[in-house]
């Protein structure tokens, strides 16, 4: 059985207790009335007064609900009211004679006008209620349909009583009128509630139906009544009293019976009691026409076999009935005529639809057997139409589907049509080539069957099934990208309690990857990611995950009962794989691995996880690269040091916290200043100063490492510029300035505008600028080494002058040398640093030296920390040299005090002097190395176009030392 709502069956306890209420006082009058109510007063009280009672209870009760309600049922009750009224007033005027002035009723009386006003307002309600036709044949039919039942309960009643009661009733056509109007009345009431159908207006059916039924018990009280049997021999405090006061009583119930609600969704719409209520009322408004034709066929059979002559108003009022019986009949005709041409062009519409669409459209009984299958299954699953039909529905779909196809449709023909009209369900069908097809069906219900409107859905679940693929896999290499990857991890963690089982991370970056992106092009280095991704996963165990998280960066979960060695053992053998040569574009490339390894603690997250191996990876490319290193505390310890000092850094570029220190670049051969390097400095809210080591530490990346170029350029400049005016107002010596700036920055856009915006705003002339492009071995070049030239040149042109920095070490080798236009060479400390002790540095400084003679270059020794470092590089030839022996970074005050010095120690004259001329120094440019002659086996290639883009010498007179 269906589940009745809470709703529902709330509302029926609350009318269960008045309608048992209802019917005891029914009864309870019945009883009464049928033993006479032990009086004849009692029964003439009751039966006059008592019927009053309930008429006017029931008059106030439809006047206040009329007076409560909005709509069409407003007038309607506030009708019915008004013919209880009118019974109530022709009640109590009876009981009035009888009862209190103990005369007969006198004929006619207000009573009996009372009376006959009961009729007219409850016909004018029904109306109100009553569905109205939308068409002229619909009134047509409406009107005939009424005088149908009016004219057949006329001719029965005139046959049975009416007619006695016109022939026999003696006195004034007044009185005879009375005494038909009211069971005309009655019947004209009856055919109005038989021969239309109604409708609660306000939402309550049950009340409307309440309230009709009450009229019809009293009419036919009232037909009871009328009869001349009953009618002589009647007294008030009958038994036919109970029916007039039953219909008051329903009457007065009716305004106020709890109606049902309709709910779109529930089930009680669809309940098969309801279905067969709704059936019942079509069949019995269908058939009324014919009920009525009856009835006037069975008062003119009473009229004939009874032996009386023909009335004329039963013969006039049947011949009526039979001819209004055949025009309705014509009407029905023509619209069921008109009805199966609408729904033969549908069908012929519809059915056209069906097998012109793409869709298969099947159709199955109770048992599953197909009845009909759409032509369209002959291109969808490349089958026969015909041989589908006959055959069960499961018969098609894939064994593994079929429960679920059958539970569905359960499901679906469990629940109620309002509930869910229609339901979808997908499967897999075989086609008529024996492949497995993915259909999508929409089921609907179909008499005591199903309709399948079914449509090929593979090429979309094979679209799904490719991005989802893609959504959790790198595009290059295939591999499990990040997402999927941090659900694997996910998923080992939530396995590692209990167990006794390892979870290791390890994550890896390819040394070397970008300077093959560089050289060989992307092209290659595409290639190069998927090889090295095929050798990690041929590398790994099956049950292990391989995933690229994004450019050469990849990592490994590695889960099982594993210990620590045996981890190691696996990120050695991926390092080792990995840096194994790559055949790629007709050419050998080889990179390195950096691995970190990551053991999972318990309640460790995924994202927590993958740091600790990303620090460990760096901690293993900060050691050496191609290298493996484990994770431990120490390194989170670490990163949240330099974090902080890198925030803190950010906040001194941002609020001006850098200060300047220079270190002054002393002739060897004069000992006066030649040049000063700018160097930057940061002091901290602690009071540190921190040294240029730690200070680019912590400023490798970004917009931070621009911003702080920018600032070296800029603070430099101006600095230098209030210098070289004190000098020109002096008559002092001009002093260039040097800046050390990475390879890359230099690369980078806005440089060589910030260069040129410092230069103008400033008023320094370009030639008092030294840029030294280089810095050691961890500096990496962001470009091109055709772009830094490129830049170069640029800067050149400008006026400004090149060293190449640190050379002898890391980039700044013989490449950058051969390839870049430079002024100055700048040897690093560390080839300087054992010039002293060792024959091999100080061969090894004396043939960079020749090498920078002979390309007609300044050279400057860095790292000079002691004289016998100074007297040994004077005795090479090596002209100028910074470092702690003449002088360390200094602040402005002990600048100018060492400027002002002209000239600072150096070691005395015992060694050969300088091949140079002594008047050629960085404050005087690069004018006397146009004049000299290189020999022919010292000249490089691009040694003339060095020559051509040299700027313009300084011609400021030197003054003597």
């Known amino acids: 059985m269906p589940e009745v709502p809470q709703s529902d069956a709330r509302t029926t306890g609350a009318t269960r207790l008045p309608r048992l209420l209802l019917a005891v006082v029914c009864c309870a009058y019945a009883v009464g009335a049928a033993t006479g109510w032990g009086s004849t007063a009692v029964a003439a009280f009751m039966g006059d007064f008592g019927l009053a009672g309930a008429a006017l209870a029931a008059s106030v009760s439809c006047l206040v609900r ?80 009424g005088w149908l039942i009016t004219g057949s309960l006329l001719t029965l009643s005139w046959s049975v009583a009416l007619a006695r009661i016109a022939r026999g009733e003696e006195g004034s056509p007044l009185q005879l009128s009375l005494a038909l109007a009211y069971p005309l009345l009655d019947i004209l009431l009856v055919s109005i509630v038989l021969g239309l159908r109604f409708r609660g207006r306000d939402g309550n059916r049950t009340a409307v139906n309440t309230a009709i039924l ?10 009871l009544w009328t009869s001349p049997t009953l009618r002589n021999g009647y007294h008030s405090g009958e038994f036919l009293d109970a029916g007039w006061f039953a219909g008051s009583v329903l009457l007065a119930w009716a305004p106020w019976v709890p109606g049902r609600s309709r709910r779109r969704s529930g089930p009680l719409p669809d309940h098969p009691s309801m279905a067969g209520r709704r059936r019942a009322v079509s069949w019995f408004s269908a058939l009324t026409p014919y009920l009525a034709a009856g009835v006037c066929t ?117 629940k109620g049509p309002g509930t869910e009209p229609s339901a979808r369900v997908e499967c897999r069908i075989r086609s008529g080539g024996g492949e497995w097809l993915h259909v999508e069906s929409t089921i609907n219900r179909y008499r005591d069957g199903l309709i399948l409107n079914s449509r090929d859905v593979t090429e979309r679940v094979r679209l799904q099934a490719q991005l989802q693929h ?68 041929e590398a790994v165990r099956a049950e292990d995950t ?136 940061w002091r901290s809210a602690q009071g540190l100063l921190l040294t240029p080591a730690e200070f680019l530490a912590v400023g490798e990346a970004g917009d931070r490492t621009a911003r702080l170029a920018r600032w070296l350029v800029r603070q430099s400049v101006a600095e230098a510029a209030v210098r070289w005016r004190g000098d020109r107002e002096r008559g002092d010596r001009e002093v260039p300035v040097a800046v050390r700036l990475p390879a890359r920055r230099l690369v980078a856009p806005g440089v060589f505008e910030t260069v040129e915006q410092a230069l103008r705003e400033s008023g320094l002339p370009p030639r008092r600028l030294i840029l030294a492009v280089g810095g050691g071995p961890d500096d990496t070049l962001g470009g091109s080494l055709d772009e830094l030239a490129r830049r170069l040149a640029e800067l050149r042109r400008l006026g400004v002058r090149v060293a190449l920095d640190g050379f002898g070490t890391g980039p700044a080798s013989l490449t950058w040398l051969r390839r870049l236009p430079v002024d100055v060479l700048r040897l690093d400390r560390s080839l300087v640093r ?35 470092q100074a007297a040994v590089l004077r005795e090479l030839g090596c002209r100028h040299a910074q470092g702690l022996h003449f002088a360390g970074p200094l602040d402005d005050h002990r600048l100018r005090g060492v400027l002002l010095r002209r000239s600072l120690p150096v070691p005395g004259p015992g060694a050969p002097p300088s091949p140079r001329p002594p008047s050629t120094t960085l404050s005087e440019g690069c004018a006397d190395r146009r004049r000299e002659r290189v020999p022919r086996h010292h000249q490089v290639s691009d040694l003339p176009e060095r020559r051509s883009i040299e700027g313009p010498h300084d011609e400021t007179p030197v003054p003597p030392a």
């Open 298 to 414: 069975a008062a003119l059979l009473y009229n004939t076999l009874g032996s009386r002559s023909m009335d004329r108003v039963v013969l006039v009022t049947a011949c009526t009935v039979v001819l209004a019986l055949i025009v309705r009949q014509g009407i029905t005709l023509l619209d069921n005529i008109s009805l199966a041409q609408e729904l033969a062009q549908k069908e012929a519409h519809f059915r056209s639809l069906v097998q012109g669409s793409s869709d298969v459209i099947m159709i199955a009984g109770p048992d599953g057997v197909l009845s009909y299958v759409s032509p369209a299954a002959l291109g969808v699953y490349g089958r026969d139409p015909a041989g589908l039909v006959g055959g069960r529905l499961l018969d098609l779909v894939h064994p593994d589907d079929s429960g679920h196809v059958l539970w569905e449709v359960r499901r679906f023909l469990a």
């Open 834 to 868: 054992g010039v002293a002790e060792s024959a091999v540095s100080r061969t090894l400084v004396g043939h960079v030296l020749r090498l920078g003679r002979d390309l007609g270059l300044l050279t400057v020794a860095e790292g000079v920390d002691g004289p016998r």
């Open 66 to 145: 009329g007076c409560r309600v909005r709509g069409r049922a407003r007038p309607a009750w506030l009708l019915f009211g008004t013919s209880s009224l009118m019974a109530a007033l022709g009640n109590g005027t009876w009981g009035w004679y009888e009862v209190v002035l103990h005369v007969p009723v006198p004929y006619p009386s207000i009573a009996d006008y009372a009376f006959l006003l009961f009729a007219p307002p409850a016909i004018v309600g029904l109306l109100v209620l009553a569905h109205r036709p939308h068409t002229p044949a619909g009134w047509v039919c409406l009107l005939l349909d």
């Open 546 to 681: 391989v995933a690229r998280l994004g450019g050469d960066e990849f990592a490994a979960l590695v889960a099982g009962r594993l210990d620590e060695d045996h981890v190691r053992d696996i990120a050695e053998r991926l390092r080792t794989v990995l840096s194994q040569p790559y055949r790629l574009g007709g050419s050998e490339l080889t990179v390195a691995a950096s691995i970190g390894i990551a053991f999972a603690e318990p309640g460790a997250a995924p994202a927590e996880l993958m740091r600790n191996a990303d620090l460990a990876m760096y901690r293993a490319k900060s050691t050496g690269k191609d290298r493996v290193a484990v994770y431990s505390p120490e390194l989170r310890a670490d990163l949240a040091r330099r974090t902080g000092l890198e925030q803190r850094l950010r906040g001194a570029v941002r609020d001006g916290r850098l200060t300047l220190l220079h270190q002054p670049v002393v002739d060897l051969v004069s000992g006066e200043v030649a040049a000063v390097e700018a160097q930057a400095r």
């Open 470 to 537: 893609n959504a959790f896999h790198d595009p290059l290499t295939d591999l499990p990208n990040r997402a999927l990857f941090t659900d694997r991890v996910r998923a080992a963690l939530s396995g590692v309690r209990g167990e006794g089982r390892t979870v290791a991370l390890l994550f890896l970056d390819l040394d070397g990857f970008k300077a093959v992106n560089d050289t060989a092009g992307h092209a290659i280095g595409d290639e190069l990611l998927v090889r090295a991704a095929r050798r990690l996963q």
């Open 214 to 223: 009450a009229l019809a018990v009293t009419v036919i009280s009232d037909a």
